[in-house]
């Protein structure tokens, strides 16, 4: 294990993670309204941090193995949430100790959303854009953005990417250079962003808010510059903009990688040249679309049926935003949802374990997955009744290798298994266990909102389930997988 290079490597991403806090630091001197100083002297502080870990191991270059690529994104995760929470412990407004201060930057980079900030009306301007940047950062993963800059670092960038990226992402290269894809799966990421905000403005949003509520969705982070969040605008037509930009923003980043090929003349054959039928034939992007449309054909029939609003244009606008909202872990809210009649607001809040597609910005066990244990599960019933037939799962044409199968149940039941450690923990540390339930599905769902206490906001949740929390944060955006990896015995033996 070349443990001086990695912490050469995560000294450098460390210099260049503290230069975000200029950003925030910049909105203060334009708006006027205090925090400049204290993102300062965390832009300080970070950079000395990271110049130190670069210094005293600048001449170990070393090419990383896949172990080594594992462990650097673990650090790097632990590291960043915990300097990402230095502005707020000097921050006086809000005032925040130490474990508030820690759980609020996790949630943001993360892109949980979960908040133990009240009074978000009357915060300055610059924390409202940090914790809003920390998401945007977090959506399509700092390592991502890192890759990109590897090779002038003078090490290889897979070990790293396929530690990062969720899904069928891992097992392809979308381009020859996992340098260009970053740059590219960027390039979208900013393109997206820049629309959403230009929509949000049109809308009838201010610019700031515009911009700050654009990082938050494309990153189906949930975090908002109010209290009352999406709610606070009484906008339908931001609501139907922060739903489409949820939806684009929840499919696997590779078909838009595609669209965004063909945009620079790669792909050439007719087929491909269909926007439409590039998507739907899609098989993830198809149960996507089905999933969403179920629940709010769900909502819109009991909201109706037990007519909770008064119009059916009210009904049919509550249901799209809340169903789209929560499912694809975003978060964002336009009234008390878990106030909603029957089974509803229990229905939304599982169906964020199913997230959304591999390869986006959300969260949950994702699509593919969730297509593929329905498979397989399909497939034992067709066994029990012939019980001598071979049927490979097949999605359309393709055939599934039996490995990928197995690798989704090991997933699954160790998504499961954390979950459960969690609650247990939380449960442990104080909280009623309803309340424990949805913190944690809330947390490793990277929902953000939930039922209960922790409807609005974590204020109520004590310091240390705050801990457990985070880690639940931290195993539901690296997919488990990574973080329990460097746990097993196996991986630090050479």
């Known amino acids: 294990m070349q443990f001086l290079s990695i912490i050469r490597i995560v000294g450098i991403l460390v210099m260049c993670f503290s230069f975000t806090m200029l950003v925030p630091a910049f909105v203060a001197l334009i708006y006027g309204d205090g925090g400049g100083k204290s993102f300062?002297?965390?832009?300080?502080?970070?950079?000395?941090?990271?110049?130190?870990?670069?210094?005293?191991?600048?001449?170990?270059?070393?090419?990383?193995?896949?172990?080594?690529?594992?462990?650097?994104?673990?650090?790097?995760?632990?590291?960043?949430?915990?300097?990402?929470?230095?502005?707020?412990?000097?921050?006086?407004?809000?005032?925040?100790?130490?474990?508030?201060?820690?759980?609020?930057?996790?949630?943001?980079?993360?892109?949980?959303?979960?908040?133990?900030?009240?009074?978000?009306?009357s915060l300055p301007k610059a924390i409202l854009f940090y914790r809003q940047f920390l998401q945007w950062l977090g959506g399509m993963g700092i390592i991502v953005?890192?890759?990109?800059?590897?090779?002038?670092?003078?090490?290889?960038?897979?070990?790293?990417?396929?530690?990062?990226?969720?899904?069928?992402?891992?097992?392809?290269?979308?381009?020859?250079?996992?340098?260009e894809t970053a740059k590219a799966l960027w390039l979208i990421y900013v393109s997206l962003t820049v629309l959403c905000a230009t929509a949000f403005w049109l809308a009838g949003m201010s610019v700031f808010d515009a911009i700050c509520h654009s990082f938050a969705t494309v990153a189906i982070g949930g975090f908002s510059t109010h209290d009352a969040s999406i709610g606070y605008f009484n906008s339908e037509t931001i609501n139907y903009i922060t739903?489409?930009?949820?939806?684009?923003?929840?499919c696997n980043f590779a078909l838009h990688f595609a669209l965004f090929d063909q945009f620079q003349g790669r792909y050439k054959s007719k087929m491909q040249r269909n926007i439409l039928h590039h998507y739907w034939r899609d098989y993830e992007f198809r149960f996507f679309i089905l999933v969403q449309l179920s629940l709010f054909l769900i909502c819109v029939v009991l909201l109706w049926a037990y007519s909770y609003f008064d119009d059916p244009e009210t009904t049919l606008s509550q249901a799209l935003f809340q169903s789209v909202s929560i499912s694809t872990t975003a978060g964002f809210t336009t009234n008390d949802f878990s106030s909603w009649p029957s089974f509803l607001p229990l229905l939304l809040v599982l169906a964020s374990f199913i997230g959304g597609c591999a390869g986006s910005t959300g969260g949950g066990l994702k699509m593919f997955r969730v297509l593929l244990l329905y498979l397989q599960g399909k497939r034992e019933i067709h066994r029990f009744i012939h019980p001598n037939v071979i049927q490979p799962i097949k999605l359309g044409r393709h055939v599934l290798s039996e490995q990928i199968v197995d690798g989704v149940w090991a997933f699954f039941s160790a998504y499961f298994f954390v979950f459960i450690v969690c609650w247990i923990a939380?449960?442990?540390?104080?909280?009623?266990?309803?309340?424990?339930?949805?913190?944690?599905?809330?947390?490793?769902?990277?929902?953000?909102?939930?039922?209960?206490?922790?409807?609005?906001?974590?204020?109520?949740?004590?310091d240390s389930a705050k801990w457990v929390l985070t880690f639940a944060m931290v195993c539901g955006r690296l997919e488990v997988f990574t973080l329990l990896v460097i746990l097993s015995p196996t991986f630090w033996k050479d």
């Open 40 to 121: 300062l002297e965390a832009f300080v502080l970070n950079f000395s941090v990271g110049t130190v870990l670069w210094w005293l191991c600048r001449h170990y270059k070393y090419e990383l193995r896949s172990r080594e690529g594992f462990l650097i994104v673990v650090l790097f995760w632990v590291v960043l949430g915990s300097l990402g929470a230095v502005p707020f412990i000097l921050l006086e407004n809000p005032d925040l100790n130490f474990s508030q201060s820690i759980f609020e930057s996790f949630s943001g980079l993360t892109t949980t959303g979960a908040t133990v900030i009240t009074g978000l009306d």
């Open 145 to 179: 953005l890192a890759v990109a800059i590897i090779p002038l670092l003078g090490i290889g960038g897979m070990q790293l990417y396929r530690a990062e990226m969720p899904g069928p992402l891992k097992e392809q290269k979308m381009r020859p250079r996992i340098a």
């Open 243 to 250: 739903v489409f930009f949820l939806l684009i923003s929840a």
């Open 426 to 462: 939380t449960i442990a540390c104080g909280m009623d266990t309803f309340d424990a339930l949805n913190a944690v599905i809330a947390s490793m769902n990277n929902l953000g909102p939930a039922l209960g206490a922790v409807s609005s906001n974590f204020v109520q949740v004590p």
